[in-house]
T-cell receptor, first 111, second 112 residues
Framework: EPEVTQTPSHQVTQMGQEVILRCVPISNHLYFYWYRQILGQKVEFLVSFYNNEISEKSEIFDDQFSVERPDGSNFTLKIRSTKLEDSAMYFC?????????FGPGTRLTVT | GEDVEQSLFLSVREGDSSVINCTYTDSSSTYLYWYKQEPGAGLQLLTYIFSNMDMKQDQRLTVLLNKKDKHLSLRIADTQTGDSAIYFCAERTGGGADGLTFGKGTHLIIQP
C-alpha cells in the first residue's frame, strides 16, 4: 500500500541553524501539507501546497519557513534559522481527493 | 475561529464498545476525520465523513455526525488491546481552506 515517507526520523540542530525536512508524498497525489505537533499539544496546520505554489498557510508559517517541490517526488520544509520553540514533530501529508494521509513524522530537536 | 474539543482520556474494558466524542465550532466544516496515533508513530487515517451525512460505518467503526449540535463521535465495537492509542478528531472547513484543524486527542485505555 502506498505511503507517505519522511526523512530523517530525528534531526537535532543548534539554534540559528537551517534545517530541511524531507517528504515523499504518495505518487499520484496532488495536494501536499506540513503540520507540526509540539510535545503534548495539538497537531497544527502549517501550509498546503498545490500546483507548485502555496495554497494556504497558517499564522505559524512565517518568513522563517519555506516549502519546495524540487522534483516530481520530493516535498521539503525549510526552516531558515531555527529557534528553541521550533522543537516539535513535523508531519507531512498528501491527498488526491478528500483523504489526507500522513507520514510518520520527523522529530526536530533544537538545542 | 475554528476549535475542536475532545475529552483527554477514555477507559474501557476489552470487548466493550468505545465511544469517543468530539465537538467543533465551525459550521462551515465540510469533512470531519478520525485519526489514530500509536506511541512513536504517525497519524493513521481511520475514517472520515462528509458533512451532508449523519452516519458512516466501516467494519468495527461507526461515525455519527450531529451537524445541528456540531458533535461527532467514533464508536469502536468489540474494543481490543490493539485499539489502545490516541484518537484525533479533525475538521476541514469550506471556502477553499484546506488545512485540517485537530483536537487535542483522546487517549483510549483498554482494561483487561
Amino acid at each position: 500500500e502506498p505511503e507517505v515517507t519522511q526523512t530523517p526520523s530525528h534531526q537535532v540542530t543548534q539554534m540559528g541553524q537551517e534545517v530541511i525536512l524531507r517528504c515523499v508524498p504518495i505518487s499520484n497525489h496532488l495536494y501536499f501539507y506540513w503540520y507540526r505537533q509540539i510535545l503534548g499539544q495539538k497537531v497544527e496546520f502549517l501550509v498546503s501546497f498545490y500546483n507548485n505554489e502555496i495554497s494556504e498557510k497558517s499564522e505559524i508559517f512565517d518568513d522563517q519557513f519555506s516549502v519546495e517541490r524540487p522534483d516530481g517526488s520530493n516535498f521539503t520544509l525549510k526552516i531558515r534559522s531555527t529557534k528553541l520553540e521550533d522543537s516539535a514533530m513535523y508531519f507531512c501529508a498528501s491527498k488526491r481527493t478528500a483523504e489526507q494521509y500522513f507520514g510518520p513524522g520527523t522529530r526536530l530537536t533544537v538545542t | 475561529g475554528e476549535d475542536v474539543e475532545q475529552s483527554l482520556f477514555l477507559s474501557v474494558r476489552e470487548g466493550d464498545s468505545s465511544v469517543i466524542n468530539c465537538t467543533y465550532t465551525d459550521s462551515s466544516s465540510t469533512y470531519l476525520y478520525w485519526y489514530k496515533q500509536e506511541p512513536g508513530a504517525g497519524l493513521q487515517l481511520l475514517t472520515y465523513i462528509f458533512s451532508n451525512m449523519d452516519m458512516k460505518q466501516d467494519q468495527r467503526l461507526t461515525v455519527l455526525l450531529n451537524k445541528k449540535d456540531k458533535h461527532l463521535s467514533l464508536r469502536i465495537a468489540d474494543t481490543q488491546t490493539g485499539d489502545s492509542a490516541i484518537y484525533f478528531c479533525a475538521e476541514r472547513t469550506g471556502g477553499g481552506a484546506d488545512g485540517l484543524t485537530f483536537g487535542k486527542g483522546t487517549h483510549l485505555i483498554i482494561q483487561p
